[in-house]
Nanobody, 123 residues
Framework: QVQLVESGGGLVQAGGSLRLSCAVSGGTFSSYAMGWFRQAPGKEREFVAAVSRSNMTYYGDFVKGRFRISRDDAKNTATLQMSGLKPEDTGVYYC?????????????????WGQGTQNTFSS
């Protein structure tokens, strides 16, 4: 059974940078696009970024060039590099596999969710 484990979360001042990692085991990492989602307190989970099997990327509108998603198939890892962080970026960040074989931000197409990593960005 596939297992996804997020890491790298923490407390960062606004304007700072943070790098999140998602380690995948028990599945065929290279077969799926990978995505990051986040959930702020009291809000629904929203799409952040996705990277396809061929390293095409797709981002949520709010990202505006501040984040970069990448993948390393040799290490079965997906990474989200975040910069220019804002207090509104605070939340629990999750990674998941896109089982649609495509590339997008529709949460229903994603599966194998990790437990999430908490990120707090203070002003």
């Amino acid at each position: 059974q596939v297992q996804l484990v997020e890491s790298g979360g923490g407390l960062v001042q606004a304007g700072g940078s943070l790098r999140l990692s998602c380690a995948v085991s028990g599945g065929t990492f290279s077969s799926y696009a990978m995505g990051w989602f986040r959930q702020a307190p009291g809000k629904e989970r929203e799409f952040v970024a996705a990277v396809s099997r061929s390293n095409m990327t797709y981002y949520g509108d709010f990202v505006k060039g501040r984040f970069r998603i990448s993948r390393d198939d040799a290490k079965n890892t997906a990474t989200l590099q975040m910069s220019g962080l804002k207090p509104e970026d605070t939340g629990v960040y999750y990674c998941a596999e896109d089982r649609s074989k495509g590339l997008g931000g529709v949460e229903a197409y994603y599966d194998g969710w990790g437990q999430g990593t908490q990120n707090t960005f203070s002003s």
